[in-house]
């Protein structure tokens, strides 16, 4: 159960948009359409923005997408806006039936 | 609304055992599977184990298989993680998260608790 690979970090300016990579395998990823986005602000609880890879959850902005393509899945955040400043993590469902998450991208707007 | 709180964390030695709980309220608990969720301090989220709406289907991370036991009381409304043998790299904010629908699998976490931390130290 290897974490997802996702970029370190990641910045951009106000109104630009964002892209979040997070790959994994065939066991994971690639093998099912449940890969979950979560946002978490530093003191509060992880907050999911994403699900089964594109659908959002009532009430997140519309500025969220996410989108899959094989063994890698990604997180548009369009319109960059200084509250979406703050640490993202995909998760998986697995083959063995349990989930794994990324390795986390810290997102600064400049 | 939905919450979830967490109790339970505390500062324990390595090797010695805890149990960590968490209290729903807001929803039909034991219509939801649950999950626990844990977060080293600095690193990033680890999924730890879930456990169906009725008690059964049980599945844990390698990291934990052996050594932690995820549990429910539906009459209670709360789950409960043990968690024995503690290691040093056990130390992190717990969380217990639900799943997103009921009576089946889900496929992520729609609801998280404040979190409860484990501090593994000598």
């Known amino acids: 159960q290897s974490a997802l690979t996702q970029p370190a970090s990641v910045s951009g300016s106000p109104g630009q948009s964002i892209t979040i990579s997070c790959t994994g395998t065939s066991s994971d990823v690639g093998g099912y359409n449940y890969v979950s986005w979560y946002q978490d602000h530093p003191g509060k609880a992880p907050k999911v923005i994403i699900y089964d890879v594109n659908k959002r959850p009532s009430g997140v902005s519309n500025r969220f997408s996410g989108s899959k393509s094989g063994n890698t899945a990604s997180l548009t955040i369009s319109g960059l806006q200084a509250e979406d400043e703050a640490d993202y993590y995909c998760c998986s469902f697995t083959s063995s039936k349990t989930y794994v998450f990324g390795t986390g991208t810290r997102v600064t707007v400049l | 609304q939905v919450q979830l709180v967490e109790s339970g964390g505390g500062v324990v030695q390595p090797g010695r055992s805890l149990r960590l709980s968490c209290a729903g309220s807001?929803?039909?608990?034991?219509?939801?599977?649950m999950h626990w969720v844990r977060q080293a301090p600095g690193k990033g989220l680890e999924w730890v184990a879930d456990?169906?709406?009725?008690?059964?289907?049980?599945y844990y991370a390698d990291s934990v298989q052996g050594r932690f036991i995820i549990s429910r009381d539906n009459s209670k409304n709360t789950l409960y993680l043990q968690v024995n043998s503690l290691r040093l790299e056990d130390t992190a904010v717990y969380y217990c998260?639900?799943?997103?629908?009921?009576?089946?699998?889900?496929?992520?976490?729609?609801?998280w608790g404040q979190g409860a931390l484990v501090t593994v130290s000598s």
């Open positions: 456990i169906g709406y009725n008690g059964g289907n049980v």
């Open positions: 998260a639900r799943d997103d629908r009921p009576f089946q699998t889900g496929t992520n976490f729609d609801s």
């Open positions: 807001g929803f039909s608990f034991d219509s939801y599977a």
